[in-house]
T-cell receptor
């Protein structure tokens, strides 16, 4: 079966712009979680969506937001981009909670210049 | 919230040797502890996990042990091979909040 698909794979944006990233989970998976990966900070949790509702939220500023659609696809948006937002953004899907095992997408590499 | 500490940050071993990575967690309510392997330029992949009702689990050359009293768990890789070279992440999950990851261990297996 198809894995977790993230688009686009690469993005270059200018400071102050906004960006939208997309994640399509494995069919049947209703939970989608987003993580920011940077060399110095590891995997930092952004938020989790389950059945179109935000179930958990990490400690990121309000510039980071997300949503989930009825087909479980999820988007995350970052407004007013800062240089420090440059990172690999990973989404992970699972049937319900993380104890079912995450399947990660390949990520979106965001570079802010 | 949950805090997961992982050591060492880098580990270099000779091919055929064993490698051990250790993690501690803070929330005693954590009941699920997965390990993910991330090869260079690739996505993290689940390699083994353990639940709080089990003390040890093995899968071929890899094993994980859990000490609930001390709140620590470890990944053991025996007979290491060059393809084991990657970054390994431990994680802990309480069932209430999201999966919390350790900071990662870069394992280098020297041929």
């Amino acid at each position: 079966k198809a894995g977790v698909t993230q688009t686009p794979r690469y993005l270059i944006k200018t400071r102050g712009q906004q960006v939208t990233l997309s994640c399509s989970p494995i069919s049947g998976h209703r939970s989608v979680s987003w993580y920011q990966q940077t060399p110095g900070q590891g995997l930092q949790f952004l938020f989790e969506y389950f059945s179109e509702t935000q179930r958990n939220k990490g400690n990121f500023p309000g510039r980071f937001s997300g949503r989930q659609f009825s087909n479980s696809r999820s988007e995350m948006n970052v407004s007013t981009l800062e240089l420090g937002d440059s990172a690999l953004y990973l989404c992970a899907s699972t049937r319900d909670g993380a104890n079912y095992g995450y399947t990660f997408g390949s990520g979106t590499r965001l570079t802010v210049v | 919230g949950e805090n997961v500490e992982q050591h060492p940050s880098t580990l270099s071993v000779q091919e055929g040797d064993s490698a051990v990575i250790k993690c501690t967690y803070s929330d005693s309510a954590s009941n699920y502890f997965p390990w993910y392997k991330q090869e260079l330029g690739k996505r993290p992949q689940l390699i083994i996990d353990i639940r709080s009702n089990v003390g040890e689990k093995k899968d071929q050359r890899i094993a994980v042990t859990l000490n609930k009293t001390a709140k620590h768990f470890s990944l053991h890789i025996t007979e290491t091979q060059p393809e084991d070279s990657a970054v390994y992440f431990c994680a802990a999950y309480t069932g209430r909040r999201a999966l919390t990851f350790g900071s990662g261990t870069r394992l280098q297996v020297q041929p």
